[in-house]
């Protein structure tokens, strides 16, 4: 079992950067790739950014591609998600996840454990 807790998530205006955080529990962290995810209002949910249980390969969507990086510390048992050049279409609660197998795609099904999300808000 693995429990995540996101934080970092906030309002910032658009151009903005933001760090997001998922700190797991448990010794096996870094037996898992880790994702991101996003929920807006009224839209499902959709894969953000992914890392390897390394942290050797990264994957992204590419509306997010060259704006945000994905990385983690296996030794804090943590997963980060910065954010830079924020757009308001970037407003949604971000999700962290964690996946017992190695990544096979951006799907939210490949996903064991879930976080509670964090709200994440760009004003124009």
């Known amino acids: 079992q693995v429990q995540l807790v996101e934080s970092g998530g906030g309002l910032v205006q658009a151009g903005g950067s933001l760090r997001l955080s998922c700190a797991a529990s448990?010794?096996?962290?870094?037996?898992?790739?880790m994702g991101w995810f996003r929920q807006a209002p009224g839209k499902e949910r959709e894969f953000v950014a992914a890392?390897?249980?390394?942290?050797?390969?990264?994957y992204y969507a590419d509306s997010v591609k060259g704006r945000f990086t994905i990385s983690r510390d296996n030794a804090k048992n943590t997963v980060y998600l910065q954010m830079t050049s924020l757009k308001p279409e970037d407003t949604a609660v971000y999700y962290c996840?964690?996946?017992?197998?190695?990544?096979?795609?951006?799907?939210?099904?490949?996903?064991?454990?879930w976080g509670q999300g964090t709200q994440v808000t760009v004003s124009s």
């Open positions: 890392i390897s249980r390394s942290g050797g390969n990264t």
């Open positions: 996840a964690a996946d017992r197998a190695a990544y096979t795609g951006p799907y939210s099904y490949n996903y064991d454990y």
């Open positions: 448990g010794r096996t962290f870094s037996l898992y790739t």
